[in-house]
């Protein structure tokens, strides 16, 4: 039987957690799935809490990180140490996890990464994939091999959190906990992930064609110094924005040179990382192209609210009669109770626009989620990946 359910456990001693999380999932039958996020708090009794898990559950495969916050169904922890996860049953799938480093992905390529994952093109319905942020340092390569290696497919997941003071994450994959690379779990079969990326930030200004460009420093946007038209846009905003707008000015990139009108969702949304005055350049965390559509964004917390809300009754329109098993959600460590004011925001959100489904994430280093046919490594977003059975064509 198909089935899934959520269980977070807020406790500091690991042993608790684990008896409470196995008595609640006890009744629960074969566990072909188990995913596991847990606060990095209990980073020192990692390789005891994880085997136990994977021992006392009896799951098929264990599959998780270490989170600066954990996410359960409706609910994000945020400074309690806690452990989210999510068991799934799902008959007729085709699970395989793999566990990739750095030096594996720095010496393939795309015609290779079949045979290191074990998995055809043919097999893949989507990836889920969690890294560690410190040792994973070609994150785009990485998932550029991949997108190319299973053109199609959604690419869903996050970089692993831990302490601000120590730069090390933990993933886990079975009994066994990792401090270093790729965790990447091919879904096929009777099952696939339904990606959702909420960017959080809404467009202001006008469209205008990048002109002038040196790898990630944009020189000249329609001719004119690309600070010019900066400021303008700035300017032009209503005074009670202009305060919020000081810290939280993007640039959105369009995904679609070619259409005849530009709204929230059609960019790719990248930081401002820096601009001269001087010689009216800015710096973006990206490398955009002559030609392409550039548009200045805003992110607040109404925004990112708002387009929450937006995008996933957009997709629960998409999905129709559809009813999704579970979801994962990553969501930025620099959202939470720091952007909204308040804890459990997007968990909140998922469960009054998708109902009481069963829900586990964590908060990330960065997220991994499509934009357009093409998946990349965001910030300050929500990616959220839903199981639902594959479509049959």
């Known amino acids: 039987m198909t089935k899934a359910q959520a269980v977070l456990v807020q406790n500091p001693d690991w042993r608790e957690v684990v008896q409470k999380a196995t008595s609640q999932l ?3 039958g074969r566990i072909d799935l188990l995913f596991v996020f847990a606060s990095a708090t209990y980073e020192s009794a990692f390789p ?15 599959m998780g990180c270490s989170g600066q916050s954990v996410i359960g169904q409706e609910y994000e922890i945020e400074q309690t140490p806690a452990v989210a996860l999510l068991a799934l049953a799902l008959p007729d799938a085709k699970l395989e996890p793999v566990h990739l480093t750095q030096a594996d992905l720095h010496h393939t390529n795309a015609a290779k990464l079949p045979s290191l994952t074990g998995m055809s093109g043919l097999e893949v319905n989507a990836w889920l994939l969690l890294g560690d942020p410190f040792t994973l340092r070609e994150p785009e390569r990485m998932l550029e091999l991949f997108s190319e290696a299973y053109p199609g497919r959604p690419l869903i997941g996050g970089m692993a959190s831990g302490e601000f003071t120590n730069r090390q994450t933990s993933l886990f994959l079975n009994g066994e906990v990792l401090t270093e ?9 009777a099952y696939t992930l339904h990606p959702i990326v909420s960017q959080g930030a809404t467009p202001i200004g006008e469209p205008w064609m ?5 790898g990630n420093i944009i020189r000249n946007i329609s001719g004119r110094p690309a600070y010019h038209l900066l400021m303008d846009t700035f300017k032009a905003l209503p005074l009670n924005q202009r305060h919020q707008a000081r810290r939280n000015l993007l640039v959105g990139l369009a995904m679609d040179e070619y259409k005849a009108e530009f709204k929230r969702g059609d960019f790719l949304i990248r930081n401002l990382l820096a601009i001269d005055p001087v010689s009216g350049a800015m710096a973006i965390a990206d490398e955009p192209r002559i030609g ?12 990112a609210d708002e387009d929450l809300h937006e995008i996933l009754s957009m997709e629960r329109a998409k999905l129709g009669s559809v009813e999704p098993l579970a979801g994962l959600l990553f969501s930025c460590n620099g959202r939470g109770t720091g952007l909204f004011g308040a804890p ?6 998922v469960a009054e626009e998708l109902g009481p489904l069963p829900l586990a994430g964590f908060s990330c280093n960065g997220e991994i989620g499509p934009v357009g046919p093409k998946s990349f490594l965001h910030s300050l977003t929500a990616s959220l990946g839903l199981f639902v059975p594959t479509p049959k064509f």
Do not use: P
């Open 181 to 189: 690379g790729l965790l990447a779990l091919a879904i096929g079969g």
């Open 292 to 303: 392409q559509t550039i548009q200045f964004q805003l992110r607040d917390a109404e925004a």
């Open 48 to 62: 005891e809490l994880i085997r136990a898990l994977y021992n006392k559950s009896g799951a098929a495969i264990l």
């Open 344 to 349: 459990d925001h997007d968990a909140r959100v």
């Open 26 to 28: 006890a009744s629960f």
């Open 210 to 214: 990048i002109t002038a460009v040196e």
